[in-house]
């Protein structure tokens, strides 16, 4: 099975990953928001669902400086609310995914934290987890007091704009790549991968999303 050691480096806006863990299962993290980039110290909540219902059995774990933690148990990693677990986002080095007693696995997600603190920063927002084809996507740059900014898109090495959102529509795998905003007021967000899988295709592969602050 595919290995990996801790792949982000600890500073902000780095990378976000999609992985394939050594058993992977029907059962899958399910993220809402569904966001790739968050501000530090978002709230995101994460729970482990199978067909859309609430996997019994299964717990939300994350890698953190090369320790695996449970949801819950382990200091300052969430709080449990019902089947969810709720995540302050500060660290771009946590990985998170869901398993069960026996050791099978989810995917894993991790996120691209932005630390900027004041309102000059911003992020992308595109999906955490991978579309489906024919789906339709719509990317908006997104400063952190909440207001959607007119921006330019930067759509693996070509841009659009400035416009206030950049819709994709009926997604391929062709319009798998690196994504990013900016904006002349604001400044740049990290780069982040759409993924795309098809109807009937379970993700096996690895997904590494290099940045440029």
Known sequence: PLTFSDPCPPVAGVCVLLLSAPTVSAVSLSVGPNLQQVFSGSLVDLSCVDDGQTADGWTVKRTRGGLTEDCGAAPAFGGLLGS???VDLSAPSETFWCEDSSGQQSDRVSFSV???T????????????????????ILRCRQRNGATVKAYFFIKGSSVGPKPEHIITNITQAD????????DESG?????SLRVRGQNTDITSYLKADVTL
């Open 84 to 86: 969810y677990c709720v």
């Open 114 to 116: 932005q630390s900027d």
């Open 176 to 183: 798998e790549g690196l994504y990013s905003c900016s904006t």
């Open 118 to 137: 004041t309102d000059e920063g911003v992020i992308l927002e595109i999906p955490a987890l991978p579309v489906r084809t024919g789906s339709d996507v």
């Open 188 to 192: 740049k967000s990290p780069q982040s």
